[in-house]
């Protein structure tokens, strides 16, 4: 919808002085949303990854954001939470993010931010990430072979260094090399 308005100011019987003056306004209708871009890694480890975009306008209000993502780019179907957006008509070049969970290791994935408001959807351009790789640990310092007489006790360190969070599990196993037979009278 167009709306026109115009303004004549001039005084009668004088020719010379008068004025014009007109604005127009254009009222839009509800639309679908428009297409996030800016699409952004912010953080990634083994098994997380928070995605950032930006919506530069307001379509039509409100706005939901969910991330679409798989391993195969025409088959991205697993989804994010749901972000809210703005219910401000005025939101320019907001920045949004959510972070998934869950992820595979060492594994590539492939995503789109979905838009959706009450008129439809509108999906970014496909972006990618890799998760990184989980790092086996190491021993960087270990029990030592020793020779203790029945009855006493024996105690060692050991360190592991792992760059990614490990559960560790200590096992003791004790075996017999040499034994005597028991002795009898």
Not at 96 to 111: A, C, H, K, R, W
């Amino acid at each position: 919808i167009v709306f026109r308005c115009e303004v004549n100011i001039s005084i009668p019987g004088d020719p010379v002085v008068s004025n014009s003056s007109s604005v127009t306004i254009t009222v839009l209708g509800a639309s679908n949303p428009v297409q996030p871009t800016n699409l952004t890694i912010v953080d990634i480890t083994y098994y997380k990854v928070t995605i950032q975009w930006t919506v530069t306008s307001i379509a039509y209000t409100p706005e939901q954001y969910i991330i679409l993502y798989g391993l195969n780019e025409s088959s991205l179907t697993q989804e994010s939470d749901i972000v809210n957006g703005t219910m401000d008509f005025s939101g320019i070049n907001d920045t949004y993010s959510v972070t998934i969970t869950e992820l595979d290791f060492n594994t590539v994935y492939y995503y789109q931010v979905r838009s959706t408001n009450t008129e439809g959807s509108t999906n970014s351009t496909t972006g990618m990430f890799t998760t990184e790789e989980i790092i086996a640990p190491t021993i960087t310092a270990g029990p030592s072979d020793a020779n203790i007489f029945d009855g006493e006790s024996v105690s060692f360190t050991c360190t592991v260094f792992s760059e990614t969070p490990v559960d560790i599990d200590i096992f003791w196993e004790t075996t017999a090399i040499n034994t005597l037979p028991d002795a009898t009278t």
